[in-house]
T-cell receptor
Framework: DQQVKQNSPSLSVQEGRISILNCDYT??????FLWYKKYPAEGPTFLIS?????DKNEDGRFTVFLNKSAKHLSLHIVPSQPGDSAVYFC???????????FGQGTELSVKP | DVKVTQSSRYLVKRTGEKVFLECVQD?????MFWYRQDPGLGLRLIYF???????EKGDIPEGYSVSREKKERFSLILESASTNQTSMYLC??????????FGPGTRLTVT
C-alpha cells in the first residue's frame, strides 16, 4: 500500500522553463512534507519542506505547494537549470518517531 | 555540515555470505535509518533506531538485522545474502523528527 505516490517516473523540461513535480498521499495524518533531490551515486539531499499548516513555502527557485483537501503537493522549479537534472523524491511524516514515507521518485531532465 | 559516511561505495558478495554495512554520523543525532532504493520503488525503510541499543523494524525488515552499540554508528547486517538483496543501500540520521541526512550509499551486488 503506497501511501506516498509520484505517478510520473520522468519529466523532461527545457532550460529556463518551469518544472512541476507532483506527489499524492493517502494518509490524512501526515503533517509534514519534504522534497529530496538525488544525483546518481550520491545520497539524497534535502531540498525544501512544508508543514501541513501552510499551503506554500518558497526558497529561491524552489516552491512547494500543498493542497490538503486533495492530498496533493507539488514542487515548482523556476527557472529550471541543467544542474537540476536529478531524481526528486517527495516524503511525508506523521511525526511518529521521525519516520519518513517516500514516494517512488521522478527523474527530471532539464535540456539546455 | 552533517556528515554521514558509509563504509563502502560498491560491494560484491556471493549468495549465502554474511554482509555488514556500516554507517557513521558525526552530528550526535539520536535517530538513524537504513533504506534500500530500487528503481520504481523509491526508498523503502528497512530498520531504524532512536537510541543506542534500540531498534525498530521498518517496512521491509525480512532478511536483515541491525546493530547500534554506539550513538554514532548503525550497522546493517545481511545474515545470508540473496540475489534479491542486490540494491542501493542508504543510511540516514536525524536529530529532529523530520529532516534526515543521508550518506552516499552502498551499491551492493549479490551474485
Amino acid at each position: 500500500d503506497q501511501q506516498v505516490k509520484q505517478n510520473s517516473p520522468s519529466l523532461s523540461v527545457q532550460e529556463g522553463r518551469i518544472s512541476i513535480l507532483n506527489c499524492d498521499y493517502t494518509n490524512s495524518m501526515f503533517d509534514y512534507f519534504l522534497w529530496y533531490k538525488k544525483y546518481p551515486a550520491e545520497g539524497p539531499t534535502f531540498l525544501i519542506s512544508i508543514s501541513s499548516i501552510k499551503d506554500k513555502n518558497e526558497d529561491g527557485r524552489f516552491t512547494v505547494f500543498l493542497n490538503k483537501s486533495a492530498k496533493h503537493l507539488s514542487l515548482h522549479i523556476v527557472p529550471s537549470q541543467p544542474g537540476d537534472s536529478a531524481v526528486y523524491f517527495c516524503a511525508a511524516s506523521d511525526n511518529q518517531g521521525g519516520k519518513l514515507i517516500f514516494g517512488q521518485g521522478t527523474e527530471l531532465s532539464v535540456k539546455p | 555540515d552533517v556528515k554521514v559516511t558509509q563504509s563502502s561505495r560498491y560491494l560484491v558478495k556471493r549468495t549465502g555470505e554474511k554482509v555488514f554495512l556500516e554507517c557513521v554520523q558525526d552530528m550526535d543525532h539520536e535517530n538513524m535509518f537504513w533504506y534500500r532504493q530500487d528503481p520504481g520503488l523509491g526508498l523503502r525503510l528497512i530498520y531504524f533506531s532512536y537510541d543506542v541499543k534500540m531498534k525498530e523494524k521498518g517496512d521491509i525488515p525480512e532478511g536483515y538485522s541491525v546493530s547500534r552499540e554506539k550513538k554514532e554508528r548503525f550497522s546493517l547486517i545481511l545474515e545470508s545474502a540473496s540475489t534479491n538483496q542486490t540494491s542501493m543501500y542508504l543510511c540516514a540520521s536525524s536529530l529532529r523528527a523530520y529532516e534526515q541526512y543521508f550518506g552516499p550509499g552502498t551499491r551492493l551486488t549479490v551474485t
